[in-house]
């Protein structure tokens, strides 16, 4: 562990009484980029988050934050770093200006400089014309962008965000994300976790996915995408007993599925030869595949492969271009 990461784990693992909610998760995140962290309900995405940001110790393995160890340096790494969590936190009963100074001034910054930081982020964020209004008065996307503003009062090295768009309407989403490019354009390193996979694919430049308390692949988006074999073919089957032979034949080849509506994704690099193929595997009578397409493989991909039912988990995958 070097410090000349932004974020750095090795081996952490983390239990609640009997559940085991960490099995030694190792991250590398390069200063001045924005990170996803991945992964389904109870994967331990959370934990991890409060690992890192001091918040809860880890029961093994190391990590360093802004260089930083977050056992023995927890105060240097709480005045590098901000946290804005699942839910806002924000007083209702103070305007967007006066929660902005308050958390100025509780960051140890003068009167007048807590005054020019909060002008600076309501103007940024969108507020001023919100600022003396009572926060217990804004909407659900405006208390969401008072939080992350709140966050940045003390310009911090690195922001941990946990799932900061969860509930907003999609308008509400588009701002935070412009400002979240925002900061990694200024050098600012963002570590976010999300349950919205195309705006880890939309925002971060580096992806991990975890499962079951592990991290299962980690790179770019392209570079997982490519994982899966980079395109998905699409199969609308003709009816259940089409379905459940398709399935069988394609295996943990089927990167979705769906009995509902009688359809299978399965991974292919795209090519005219390899789609020709598939479908003569998979429908050696051509009775069974209604229609087909083939899509661009996305992240939703990656995850259910990684992660569904049927994954196959071996060790990490890494895919780094």
Known sequence: MTGELAVEAAGLEKSYRHLRVLCGVDLAVPRGVVFALLGPNGAGKTTTVRILATLTRADAGRARVAGHDVGRDRGLVRRSISLAGQYAAVDALQT????????????GLSAAASRRRAGELLAQFGLADAAARRAGTYSGGMRRRLDLAASLV???????????????????????????????????????????LEEADRLAGRVAVID?????????????????????????????AAFGAVARLAGRRAVTADPGSLTIGVATDGTAPQVRALLDELD?????????????????????????PGAARPGKETADV
């Open 284 to 308: 050696p009578r051509r009775s069974a595949v209604r229609s087909f397409s083939v899509h661009t493989a996305t992240l939703d991909d990656v995850f259910l492969a990684l992660t569904g």
């Open 154 to 196: 003390a310009a911090p090295s690195v922001v941990f965000l946990d799932e900061p768009t969860t509930g907003l309407d999609l308008p509400s989403r588009q701002v935070l994300w412009q400002v979240i490019d925002g900061l990694a354009g200024r050098g600012v390193t963002v570590f976010l976790t999300t349950q919205y």
């Open 212 to 240: 079951r308390g592990r991290v299962v692949a980690d790179g770019t988006p392209a570079g997982l995408k490519r994982l899966v074999g980079g395109h998905r073919l699409d199969l609308a089957l003709a009816d259940a």
């Open 96 to 107: 967007g200006a006066e929660n902005l100074r308050m958390i100025g001034r509780l960051s």
